[in-house]
């Protein structure tokens, strides 16, 4: 091999690694696609993405780089699923809404973002808490909206919740502990310790603690299913 074939490998896996490590940067990575498109323009598209959603049994249009939200429902018998690219906690409620005009039910949340044992963080510097049985999103305006009622109004009483950032169910009274109190009949997960992002998902990597009703129940690596 040349050295020039050599320097262009290299030069890739640096940029893939470097990809890799800093896929929780939103205000770095903001990928609404895989492809480079003006602020304007990508409005227009997403817009446009929401108009074929609305007629398709099954949304494929989620393969974001940098994916942070997906939400999966039931309606009519049939399996949709909703997901963002760097979202806020205003999408999640947007979304929510809409799910719950259309009267379906949601059976599954994966959220990915930075966090903590108190709290999950979602892009624009939004994020969510839960507490004292109630589900507490801060808003890009900074202003708190509690979301418990609609979580389970839209929600089935079984309802998976995935946080999937580093430590969010770690220690007593973590958020996914407090979230699981405030949303009886769910479970919900949250790290146990690092997490690592997997691309094009909401996922991640890392051991994970799973609550219902406040107790914890199970604890394993996850796997992709």
Same mark, same amino acid.
């Given at each position: ?31 609404? /696609?895989? $492809?480079?498109?003006?602020? *304007? ?25 940098? @994916? ?5 429902? $039931? ?21 929510? !809404? ?9 059976? @599954?949340?994966?959220?990915? /973002? ?10 624009? +510097? ?11 999103? !801060? ?25 999937? *950032? ?6 007593? +009274? ?16 949250? /790290?146990?310790?690092? !997490? ?12 994970? @603690?799973?609550?219902?009703? *406040? ?11």
């Amino acid at each position: 091999m040349s050295s020039r074939s050599i320097s262009s490998v290299t030069i890739i896996v640096v940029t893939l690694c470097f990809v890799s490590t800093n896929i929780f940067a939103d205000d770095l990575l903001d990928f609404g /696609g895989l $492809e480079t498109v003006s602020a *304007g323009a990508a409005d227009e598209k997403s817009k446009e993405e929401e108009l074929v959603w609305e007629d398709v049994e099954v949304d494929t249009s989620g393969w974001y780089l940098n @994916n942070k939200l997906t939400i999966r429902y $039931e309606l009519n018998g049939k399996k949709h699923k909703i997901c963002h690219g760097s979202s806020t906690t205003d999408k999640l409620v947007d979304a929510l !809404q809409k799910v719950r005009q259309k009267g379906g039910k949601v059976y @599954n949340i994966e959220i990915k /973002g930075h966090g903590a044992p108190e709290l999950q963080q979602m892009g624009g +510097g939004t994020f969510i808490i839960a507490s004292n049985k109630c589900v507490i999103v !801060q808003l890009k305006s900074e202003k708190d909206l509690d979301i418990t009622n609609l979580l389970k109004i839209v929600c089935k009483k079984d309802v998976a919740i995935e946080l999937n *950032g580093c430590k969010t169910g770690r220690g007593e +009274g973590s958020i996914a502990e407090e979230m699981s109190l405030a949303l009886p009949g769910s479970t919900v997960a949250g /790290g146990a310790l690092y !997490q690592a992002s997997i691309l094009f998902t909401s996922k991640s990597f890392g051991t994970k @603690n799973y609550f219902r009703n *406040g107790k914890r129940v199970s604890k394993w690596w996850y796997v992709i299913d």
